[in-house]
Nanobody
Framework: QVQLVESGGGLVQPGGSLKLSCAAS????????ITWFRQAPGKEREGVSC????????YYADSVKGRFAISRDNAKNTVYLQMNSLKPEDTAVYYC????????????????????WGQGTQVTVSS
């Protein structure tokens, strides 16, 4: 069965870094889009970044470009989100989600298209 488990969240000061992990089981990453979403209290769920397809194409929300980097380790069936230069507005619960077939640049951030979700991991950026 498809299963996604996030880890790596925590409390960090502004300007600090965290690396999130999404461990996948029950499917092969090459044939999926794996996307990081986040949701803060009172706000809509938003797409942060995704990695997609056999070529590993990556896409980022404008708000995190230049600060976050998504990657994957196919041997470990794990997707990572390296978050640098963190800001208080990055505070949210971060979820990973999976979709097949892989999604392109115009649709990857549409959360309603995803049926497979992890449990989420809390990221808090505060001094």
């Amino acid at each position: 069965q498809v299963q996604l488990v996030e880890s790596g969240g925590g409390l960090v000061q502004p300007g600090g870094s965290l690396k999130l992990s999404c461990a996948a089981s029950g499917f092969t990453l090459d044939y999926y889009t794996i996307t990081w979403f986040r949701q803060a209290p009172g706000k809509e769920r938003e797409g942060v970044s995704c990695i997609s397809g056999p070529d590993g194409s990556t896409y980022y929300a404008d708000s995190v470009k230049g600060r976050f980097a998504i990657s994957r380790d196919n041997a470990k069936n794990t997707v990572y989100l390296q978050m640098n230069s963190l800001k208080p507005e990055d505070t949210a619960v971060y979820y990973c989600a999976a979709h097949t077939p892989p999604l392109g640049p115009d649709v990857w951030g549409r959360s309603g298209w995803y049926g497979n979700w992890g449990q989420g991991t809390q990221v808090t950026v505060s001094s």
